[in-house]
């Protein structure tokens, strides 16, 4: 987790970097095109940024924002939802019979003795 944030933080270094060693070329097709990349990957990245932070906590610790900190505000719904998918959906007895009816013991057999991991 660590080394992947420190990864994060340096292209988000490195693409910042980048706008602003190219804003002085951005006359020219290469100039603004590099620069166009650069700050397309800087918004992007404090997108991103911003939507990860959100789901798990106020970014900058500003409160006010709407639809931040949703996870632990609503982990209560999300534990139920969970539950009750796996329970009514993946557990019901008519999901795990249509599994086992579709499900061809034969065919599996033939297709591992076809195949070289299966000899």
């Known amino acids: 987790m660590h080394q992947m944030r420190a990864i994060a933080t340096l292209m988000l270094g490195l693409a910042v970097a980048g706008s602003a060693i190219s804003w002085n070329f951005r006359g020219s097709f290469t100039g603004g095109l590099i620069f166009a990349a650069c700050e397309a990957a800087t918004v992007g990245a404090l997108a991103d940024w911003f939507a990860v932070v959100a789901l798990f906590r106020h970014p900058l610790g500003l409160k006010f924002i709407p639809h931040t900190a949703i996870i632990p505000n609503k982990r209560g719904k999300i534990v139920e939802g969970i539950v ?32 070289e991991k299966g000899r």
Do not use: H, R
Request: glycine share 4%.
């Open 84 to 115: 009750k998918t796996v329970e009514k959906d993946w557990l019901s007895l008519d999901f795990i019979k249509g599994k086992i009816q579709t499900y061809s013991l034969v065919d599996e057999i033939a297709s591992a003795l076809d195949n």
